[in-house]
């Protein structure tokens, strides 16, 4: 049994499209200016509109007359290779590249994905602006602009993907929290005495930092990104600042694994505060 199509689910279904209008090609018209031009405007209708009737025909008719007082400009069009269009494209509406040279572009995206190499947007902004400088267009006729690009991925069938992340939520009572905090430090402050606060905050550093976007092949469940492994090696910042706003200098906390020898083991932890002796002589 044939499969049916699928059964809505919203209790309405989507109004069919009336086609009220045609687009016409200014190749179309061109050949109909042409015959115009040789036959007159009554003939014109009669060979390309033979089944038009009374009101229609009139309509036609003016159709006709205004493509016939546009001949130069079809002409035109014609004749520098856009005969297969429609419209010509508003004043200020940006130009695009060549098919060859968006084919690179597109080859240039996947072999970096082949090797692994994550491609951000700017990347393929900065490339298709280079390209677009080897055929002689200024930044002002091609930017590479936020439009074109998402022209250009659907086109090659690519799409941004973002890097999957996992973090914390915020609780939901964190500010109640932090101002309890505050008054507790005010209220000590009071209690003690105490004219000056500093507070310490730790920081960290990664080693290695990757983009959190890059360009790939639309539908694919697993994107890889080559690195050198050390995307979760990180160091410590120690940043310190007085409540007269006052910042002191900062100073970075590494860590070094510990020794296999437990006499080495032993003199670190006892001599060089856990320090190994290449980094305790710097």
């Known amino acids: 049994m044939p499969r049916g199509s699928r059964p809505r689910v919203k209790g309405f279904e989507a109004s069919p499209s009336q086609c009220l209008r045609t687009a016409i090609s200014y190749q179309r018209k061109y050949i109909s200016n042409s015959f115009?031009?040789?036959?007159g405007m009554a003939a014109a209708v009669t060979r390309?509109?033979?089944?038009?009737?009374?009101?229609?025909?009139?309509?036609?008719?003016?159709?006709?007359?205004k493509w016939f007082e546009a001949r130069d400009d079809i002409a035109?069009?014609?004749?520098?290779?856009?005969?297969?269009?429609?419209?010509?494209?508003?004043?200020?509406?940006?130009?695009?590249?060549?098919?060859?040279e968006e084919d690179y572009l597109a080859f240039w995206i996947r072999d970096l994905r082949r090797e692994g190499v994550p491609v951000s947007p700017l990347m393929l902004q900065m490339k298709a602006r280079a390209v677009a400088g080897e055929l002689g267009l200024r930044s002002d006729q091609f930017s590479a602009s936020s439009s074109w690009r998402l022209r250009f991925l659907k086109s090659y069938r690519l799409s941004l993907r973002r890097r999957t992340r996992i973090g914390q939520k915020t609780p939901g009572d964190s500010r109640e929290v932090a101002e309890k905090f505050r008054e507790e430090v005010q209220r000590m402050m009071v209690k003690n005495g105490i004219t000056e606060v500093y507070n310490a905050d730790q920081t960290a550093l990664n080693f290695e930092h990757l983009p959190t976007h890059t360009i790939d092949e639309t539908g694919t469940r697993t994107v890889w990104v080559r690195n050198s492994g050390k995307e979760k090696s990180r160091l410590t910042a120690m940043v310190l600042a007085d409540s007269r706003g006052i910042k002191r200098a900062p100073f970075l906390v590494f860590k070094q694994p510990p020794s296999r020898v437990p006499v080495t083991e032993q003199h670190n932890h006892k001599e060089q505060k856990g320090f190994g002796r290449d980094l305790w002589k710097r």
């Open 76 to 100: 035109k069009q014609v004749a520098q290779g856009n005969g297969h269009l429609c419209k010509e494209p508003r004043s200020g509406v940006g130009c695009i590249l060549p098919r060859a």
């Open 36 to 39: 115009v031009e040789q036959n």
């Open 48 to 65: 390309f509109y033979p089944s038009l009737q009374a009101e229609a025909r009139k309509r036609k008719k003016r159709q006709l007359h």
